[in-house]
């Protein structure tokens, strides 16, 4: 498969500032061609906004999009948000299971996704080119209901991440994989039938704390991909307020080494793959 088109997203810009300036290197460097924006994150504020932004000056160097944040240790932007965990969303395990249960609140979901847009418009001046979400909620019941309609109705020209996987993929047998690509088939069905875009296929899930390589893993993300699809990835800097924040952090620094490195771009290269232009 030749001659393919494709996005590599890094998610989670507004985590903390490494990481934001992590992000703004590699797309600075044409190593990026998306970021999703975590408005609801402490580290999302008009000065960052803006350092994202004039990347775009002039010609467009990268898609701009929405990371619905719906879980702990993160807080909403609306009001009267539930359910919460003293004043924080409730951590991922316990937000999957009261979505599964169908135990959340579709109108003060769709608020706050809604609000987390609105921040996003405000911040860059236009809504996003894309919307996905951290740690994947946004494939689970009751919360893809309201993403779905969010974006039709305040972003109608944006796509939204399904994480299926191509058909000829290479499998890593991941249990992360499976779930998401069961996850995924409800979400393309929701999407359909309301008219929403969304990406052909998906890949970049792997195992943060297994024994592989970076640089081993990537090449067999491109596999079966086609033009279009999308990679998931997490380039940045650690410092301590990523600590805090999130259990994702030297393997941040790996990604963004592989990222900056010629054995990245041999691996595009040999398989006739180049980044899509925004």
């Not at 600075?28 to 998306?34: F, I, V």
């Not at 299926?164 to 890593?172: H, N, P, Q, S, Y």
């Not at 249990?175 to 929403?196: H, I, N, P, Y």
Request: proline share 6%; hydrophobic share 45%.
């Amino acid at each position: 498969m030749t001659g393919r088109r494709i996005w590599l997203c890094a998610d989670d810009y507004g985590i903390s500032r490494s990481v934001n300036a992590a992000i703004r290197d590699l797309i600075a460097r044409g190593r990026l061609n998306a970021t999703s924006v975590m408005t609801a994150a402490p580290h999302f504020d008009a000065a960052e906004a803006k350092a994202l932004d004039d990347l775009n000056a002039g010609t467009p160097h990268a898609a701009l999009g929405l990371h619905v944040t719906l879980t702990g240790p993160f807080k909403p932007l609306s009001e009267d948000f539930r359910p919460l965990d003293h004043d924080h969303f409730l951590p991922l395990n316990k937000m999957m299971r009261a979505a599964m249960a169908r135990r959340l609140n579709l109108e003060r979901l769709t608020i706050e996704i809604a609000t987390q847009v609105e921040a996003f418009a405000a911040a860059f001046g236009r809504p996003p080119d894309f919307i996905d979400g951290h740690q994947h909620v946004h494939l689970f019941p009751q919360v893809r209901d309201a993403v779905l309609k969010v974006a039709g109705e305040a972003a109608p020209r944006a796509w939204v991440r399904q994480c299926g996987r191509a058909r000829g993929a290479e499998r890593l047998h991941l249990k992360k994989e499976l779930v998401l690509d069961v996850l995924s088939l409800a979400f393309r069905r929701k999407a359909r039938r309301l008219g929403v875009a969304t990406n052909p296929a998906f890949a970049g899930a792997y195992d943060f704390g297994g024994k592989r390589t970076f640089a081993s893993l990537f090449p067999r993300f491109l596999t079966g991909l086609p033009d279009g699809g999308l990679i998931m990835c997490h380039p940045g800097f650690v410092d301590a307020e990523l600590k805090r924040l999130d259990p994702l952090t030297d393997q941040r620094e790996r990604e963004f080494a592989y990222f900056s490195s010629d054995e990245f771009s041999r691996a595009l290269g040999e398989r006739g793959v180049t980044l899509a232009t925004p």
